[in-house]
């Protein structure tokens, strides 16, 4: 079974602009987590979409959003880049929402943003 | 709020066992869990324990789970060179995982 594919692996970015990141869950699960790593945050939850609903939002300002498909993959957008949404993007699947099933996660989305 | 607490560096030679330890706070949680990280890679999911289990054991890893203190740890048996990384523990609330900081486990031949 395949995992969780994110795309694209690496982006460059300036300030001011928007980007589109896209996550491909494991076949069957409909659960899909978005999650930011940086080195002085750590991995915060941004958000969370089953069946095509947000469930769960993390504390980000409102220029973080995504969206969830009716094929479960997901794409999480950022407008107005700032440097400091400089991170790897993490994107996790799970089979069922609520705390039943664990997270998978891919190998993520690097932006950086000049 | 939730949190979670583990320290930040570890060193042992290939061939001992490495114990990595954690903390958290929600007694809430459902699950907990360990992943692994390494260089330019995502997080790996290596195990994960209900909150109702004191023991998880999985071919080299072992978990322990105290609610009562709330302390979670990884023991990795007869550790590799392979298994350098950084080590994640996590809870979960309600599908959301509180991280935390990670600990980079470096194992010397």
């Known amino acids: 079974k395949a995992g969780v594919t994110q795309t694209p692996r690496y982006l460059i970015k300036t300030r001011g602009q928007q980007v589109t990141l896209s996550c491909s869950p494991i076949s069957g699960h409909r659960s899909v987590s978005w999650y930011q790593q940086t080195p002085g945050q750590g991995l915060q939850f941004l958000f969370e979409y089953f069946s095509e609903t947000q469930r769960n939002k993390g504390n980000f300002p409102g220029r973080f959003s995504g969206r969830q498909f009716s094929n479960s993959r997901s794409e999480m957008n950022v407008s107005t880049l700032e440097l400091g949404d400089s991170a790897l993007y993490l994107c996790?699947?799970?089979?069922?929402?609520?705390?039943?099933?664990?997270?998978?996660f891919g190998n993520g989305t690097r932006l950086t943003v000049t | 709020g939730e949190d979670v607490e583990q320290s930040l560096f570890l060193s042992v030679r290939e061939g001992d066992s490495s114990v990595i330890n954690c903390t958290y706070t929600?007694?809430?949680?459902?699950?907990l869990y360990w992943y692994k990280q390494e260089p330019g890679a995502g997080l790996q999911l290596l195990t994960y324990i209900f909150s109702n289990m004191d023991m998880k054991q999985d071919q080299r890893l072992t978990v322990l789970l105290n609610k009562k203190d709330k302390h979670l740890s990884l023991r990795i048996a007869d550790t590799q060179t392979g298994d350098s990384a950084i080590y994640f523990c996590a809870e979960s609330d309600n599908s959301k995982l509180t991280f935390g900081k990670g600990i980079t486990l470096s194992v010397r031949p």
């Open positions: 996790a699947s799970s089979s069922r929402t609520g705390d039943n099933s664990p997270l998978h």
């Open positions: 929600d007694s809430s949680s459902t699950y």
